[in-house]
């Protein structure tokens, strides 16, 4: 098992419909830590108009929130079904802005390896899904940024087994 001082975190990230959900519940499922949910779907569904930047900002300290209530309970690994890097990349992208505490926060995150999921699987269709067209740009954004951040990555290509080998391999390796 991994363990260590730092609580760390497993984070998939990536551009809609590339994987991200189904890699972390298998990831946490193989190694019995425990899962952060991604917590958009839920709090997307319950505003009922069009989604703000100060929606995203709540959305973010939800998901931290989460994300540290969870860490309190658990000294080892957690998987994480997004983090952080994901509503930072929603204000970039659609709304072309930075916010102060997500960058913050983003920055601060020093105990996050990323997997960041190439959407090379079939878009699945969702409510809450609004970038069928350009994953790939998306992709090559959410790349591009964590190329420049400080933070480890590394890009998950291939299908689901060929994806799952290479994140056991990394965890695996933290040992």
């Not at 952060?36 to 709090?43: C, L, T």
């Not at 930047?53 to 540290?68: G, K, M, N, P, Y």
């Not at 913050?104 to 878009?123: H, Q």
Request: overall charge negative.
């Amino acid at each position: 098992m991994i363990s260590g001082e730092n609580m760390r975190k497993i984070v998939f990230t990536g551009p809609e419909s590339s994987g991200k959900s189904t890699l972390a519940r298998l990831i946490s499922d193989e190694f019995g830590y425990p899962l952060v949910p991604e917590v958009a779907r839920a709090y997307l569904s319950v505003i009922s108009e069009s989604y703000t930047t100060d929606h995203v900002i709540e959305l973010a300290r939800h998901q931290i929130d989460v994300e540290s209530s969870l860490g309190a309970l658990h000294r080892d690994f957690l998987i994480c079904d997004t983090s952080i890097f994901v509503p930072r990349m929603w204000l970039l992208y659609r709304f072309g802005l930075k916010d102060q505490w997500i960058e913050a926060e983003f920055e601060r995150g020093s105990d996050r390896f990323y997997f960041l999921c190439a959407p090379e699987i079939p878009w699945q269709k969702d409510t809450f899904r609004e970038n069928p067209a350009d994953r790939w740009s998306l992709f090559h954004i959410y790349h591009k940024q964590l190329a420049e951040s400080q933070h480890p990555y590394k890009v998950l290509r291939g299908d689901l087994t060929e994806r799952v080998a290479i994140v056991k391999e990394v965890v695996l390796s933290k040992n």
